[in-house]
């Protein structure tokens, strides 16, 4: 059943045409780089925060609100623009390995990226940062840069992108 749905994506009529020319497929991997651009800096800053290496002076929360909603626009653009990317190849990318470790590396960081926003605040009245938020941080900040190589890796590796 999932084989039949991704034959049906790939014969969509606007997945066709996204594909049919240069300049739209371009563009569609441009949106998506920059989008990956966008969420994974927004995280960086937020996770180099925490661990002590940049933005000593400002408070984690701030930043948080700053960079975070930074960081779900780029995730969302980057969901739609991957999305579309996928339908592309769509039966390619069902049994493709490297593909899946870079969706569990989003997902990954997605939850990382979560419990910061949701915990950042207690954190920030602590005298010191928390020894669980700094491992929250150093495992998100891994897993963004495992899905950048991952997604690197999906066309390189794969030959599917």
């Known amino acids: ?49 925490i661990l002590g290496l940049a933005a000593r002076k400002m408070k984690s929360g701030s930043l948080v609100q700053y960079a975070f909603p930074w960081m779900w626009t780029g995730f969302i653009v980057a969901v739609i623009s991957g999305f579309l990317m996928f339908a592309i190849d769509a039966t390619e990318y069902l049994h493709n390995t490297v593909f899946h470790e870079k969706l569990y590396s989003l997902l990954f960081t997605l939850i990382f990226a979560i419990i910061i926003q949701k915990n950042v605040g207690k954190w920030d009245q602590s005298p010191q940062t928390p020894v669980f938020a700094k491992l929250i941080a150093l495992l998100c900040l891994v897993s963004a840069v495992a899905m950048i190589l991952m997604g690197v890796d999906v066309p390189a590796l794969t030959g599917v992108g």
């Open 1 to 49: 059943m999932l084989l039949r749905i991704c034959e049906w994506l790939q014969h969509n009529g606007f997945i066709v045409f996204v594909n049919s020319s240069v300049v739209t497929a371009s563009t569609l991997e441009i949106i998506h780089f920059v989008s990956f651009f966008v969420l994974v800096g927004s995280l960086v800053a937020v996770d180099l925060r």
